[in-house]
């Protein structure tokens, strides 16, 4: 059965290995990369990251609302 707790977990790792190898293709480049396609990669690595923090913000959320439910 598959929980929302395990969906947000493997989202999360996948946008953070994302983030990450990105990044590390900025650093050490597998080839050349032109200024527009370096301009690309690092607008796909902030949108990643704007992601990842929406993913945060949904997470605490809806633990929000559980714990508000629970205590009613």
Do not use: F, H
Request: charged share 30%; proline share 1%.
């Amino acid at each position: 059965m598959v929980t929302m707790d395990s969906t947000y977990t493997t989202l999360e790792y996948v946008l953070k290995s994302s983030i990450y190898e990105n990044k590390m293709e900025l650093i050490d480049p597998s080839r050349e990369y032109t200024e527009k396609e370096v301009a690309y990669i690092k607008g796909y690595i902030q949108s990643l990251e704007d992601t990842l923090y929406e993913l945060e913000i949904i997470r605490e959320e809806d633990l929000s609302n559980v714990y508000r439910i629970c205590l009613n």
